[in-house]
T-cell receptor, first 109, second 117 residues
Framework: TQLLEQSPQFLSIQEGENLTVYCNSS?????LQWYRQEPGEGPVLLVT?????EVKKLKRLTFQFGDARKDSSLHITAAQPGDTGLYLC?????????FGKGTLLTVNP | EAGVVQSPRYKIIEKKQPVAFWCNPI?????LYWYLQNLGQGPELLIR????????DSQLPKDRFSAERLKGVDSTLKIQPAELGDSAVYLC???????????????FGQGTRLTVV
């Protein structure tokens, strides 16, 4: 069974601070996705990384895929209240997506 | 382009009653997923379809849950009879799966929030 562990589970910060959340697994994935989910909505895809060591930037968000394709991190610079939400990582392998439990981020104004 | 559409958005039923959820995936997406999400948790896969074939239903409680995807497009998920522990959000997602197994980017609907009382 492929498991993804996300940390921290909860994170509450002030507007303007930087943060990093992590996604770790003992399994190798062919791709890894990061999603953000707001209350009452379905998860929305932020990025997909497929190559070990790959770094992708999306405005203030930086995503990194570990060299061994087992782990990933999401770094947010100068967090804003609009970044508040549940951040989920999901590992893809043979069309199957396995989700972590998520990091619930709250950015206070 | 329309996204994944689910209905209803909310459903409240008494225990032991049946309930059904409907999903219309993004046009052209051959893979369809049903996920269950409890509060504060990540989605858990119930069943995955490739076109009209259920290729992974190992996590579907088959004694009370059933699903179908007629003609490889729309899908329904049914619970009969519902139990109190079934209260959760049921998410449908679709993706376009290409050769290589890397295109597993899923697009989600808004979900159906089920409350069993």
């Amino acid at each position: 069974t492929q498991l993804l562990e996300q940390s921290p589970q909860f994170l509450s910060i002030q507007e303007g601070e930087n943060l990093t959340v992590y996604c770790n697994s003992s399994s190798v994935f062919s791709s890894l996705q990061w999603y953000r989910q707001e209350p009452g909505e379905g998860p929305v895809l932020l990025v997909t990384v497929v190559t070990g060591g790959e770094v992708k930037k999306l405005k203030r968000l930086t995503f990194q895929f570990g060299d061994a394709r087992k782990d990933s991190s999401l770094h947010i610079t100068a967090a804003q209240p609009g970044d508040t939400g549940l951040y989920l990582c999901a590992g893809g392998s043979n069309y199957k997506l396995t989700f972590g439990k998520g990091t619930l981020l709250t950015v206070n104004p | 382009e329309a996204g994944v559409v689910q209905s209803p958005r909310y459903k409240i039923i008494e225990k032991k009653q049946p309930v059904a959820f409907w999903c219309n995936p993004i046009s052209g997406h051959n893979t369809l997923y049903w996920y269950l999400q409890n509060l504060g948790q990540g989605p858990e896969l119930l069943i995955r379809y490739e076109n009209e074939e259920a290729v992974d239903d190992s996590q579907l409680p088959k004694d009370r849950f059933s699903a179908e995807r007629l003609k490889g497009v729309d899908s329904t998920l049914k619970i009969q009879p519902a139990e109190l522990g079934d209260s959760a959000v049921y998410l449908c997602a679709s993706s376009l799966s290409r050769w290589g197994g890397r295109d597993t980017e899923a697009f989600f609907g808004q979900g159906t929030r089920l409350t069993v009382v």
